[in-house]
């Protein structure tokens, strides 16, 4: 079974501070991906990357970067967290070529 | 362009009675159409998959789907409901092949009375 993992259930952040999240996946895959999830927007992909040090922009990307220093090990970074960025953050991997994602249990960040 | 269209953001059926959950698609390509479900404050996990092997897609969780390409409709069904099925249901389009997007329907919440 694919296990993608996220470092945090809940985190609780002040405005202005920088917030890691870590996404960590065991299958070996070689794209992984970022995506908010809001009441009444759905799910809107942040970054994606599909290699080591790989990345590119998704429909969100302002407020954000990313990180991809091992292929098993995706990271998004909130340089400074802002209120809006009060969200769901789910993290998801796939193999090269293939499209089904598989998603880890998600992180509910709340900034302050 | 890709699009997906679930026609109904709430459905509520009583416990041991089908289930029939909405989506309607448009592409391009010949596309890969998925359903995730979502339960509460949990990640999306996959039911089931279709890829042009069969119309019809059987999954988890005695849920199947029927790809009907004249419709352009990928509706999921299950016979009967279960308490554990209330979650949310996401009906989801690949991109263009190679670029690995996914394009996301809105949602249908599922509510299973007992």
């Known amino acids: 079974d694919v296990k993608v993992t996220q470092s945090s259930r809940y985190l609780v952040k002040r405005t202005g501070e920088k917030v890691f999240l870590e996404c960590v996946q065991d299958?070996?895959?070689?794209?992984m991906f970022w995506y908010r999830q809001d009441p009444g927007l759905g799910l809107r992909l942040i970054y994606f990357?599909?290699?080591?040090?790989?990345?590119e922009k998704g429909d969100i990307p302002e407020g954000y970067s990313v990180s991809r220093e091992k292929k098993e090990r995706f990271s998004l970074i909130l340089e400074s967290a802002s209120t809006n960025q009060t969200s769901m953050y789910l993290c998801a991997s796939s193999r090269q070529y293939t499209d089904t994602q598989y998603f880890g249990p998600g992180t509910r960040l709340t900034v302050l | 362009a890709q699009s997906v269209t679930q026609l109904d953001s709430h459905v509520s059926v009583s416990e041991g009675t089908p289930v029939l959950l909405r989506c309607n698609y448009s592409?391009?390509?010949?596309?890969?159409l998925f359903w995730y479900v979502q339960h509460p404050n949990k990640g999306l996990q996959l039911l089931l998959k279709?890829?042009?092997?069969?119309?019809l897609v059987k999954g988890i969780n005695g849920f199947e789907a029927e790809f009907k390409k004249s419709e352009t409709s990928f509706h999921l069904t299950k016979p009967s409901a279960h308490m554990s099925d209330a979650a949310e249901y996401f009906c989801v389009v690949s991109g263009r092949k190679g670029t690995y997007k996914y394009i996301f329907g809105t949602g249908t919440r599922l509510k299973v009375l007992a």
């Open positions: 279709y890829t042009s092997a069969a119309t």
């Open positions: 299958m070996d895959h070689e794209n």
């Open positions: 592409s391009s390509y010949s596309p890969s």
């Open positions: 990357s599909y290699d080591v040090k790989m990345k």
